[in-house]
């Protein structure tokens, strides 16, 4: 089995390079997400996550990875922490995931 390239080796690959700062972490997650590459997306975030700038569209993008790679308690920790940063349209997910898995809660 080959092992996945991390996003940097990705990035550098396809582009020559790989950004500089949170926005650019963001834009590169954003392109990603886009190719449904999601667990590229949760390596892009991190740096996006630092920043008080792209913190909340970042945890919104980590949360729907999460869910769409099937790490559904992270997934229901990142929504509960994307609507705190001010995610309101994330309760729907969040809801939706914990009718579909009564089992699930937040650790």
């Given at each position: 089995?080959?092992q996945r390239?991390?996003?940097?080796d990705a990035?550098?690959?396809?582009v020559?390079?790989?950004p500089?700062?949170?926005i650019?972490w963001?834009?590169?997650?954003?392109?990603?997400?886009k190719?449904?590459?999601y667990h590229?997306?949760?390596?892009?975030?991190t740096?996006?996550?630092?920043?008080?700038?792209?913190?909340?569209e970042?945890?919104?993008?980590?949360?729907f990875?999460?869910l769409?790679?099937?790490?559904?308690?992270?997934?229901?920790g990142?929504?509960?922490?994307s609507i705190?940063y001010?995610?309101d349209?994330?309760?729907?997910p969040?809801v939706?995931?914990?009718l579909?898995?009564p089992?699930l809660?937040?650790?």
């Amino acid at each position: 089995m080959e092992q996945r390239k991390s996003v940097r080796d990705a990035l550098t690959d396809m582009v020559g390079f790989c950004p500089k700062d949170a926005i650019g972490w963001l834009y590169a997650a954003r392109g990603f997400y886009k190719l449904k590459d999601y667990h590229s997306v949760i390596e892009c975030v991190t740096p996006a996550l630092r920043n008080e700038r792209t913190k909340r569209e970042g945890q919104h993008l980590l949360a729907f990875s999460f869910l769409q790679t099937g790490q559904t308690e992270a997934a229901a920790g990142a929504f509960f922490k994307s609507i705190s940063y001010g995610n309101d349209t994330d309760w729907q997910p969040l809801v939706e995931l914990f009718l579909d898995q009564p089992k699930l809660t937040l650790k």
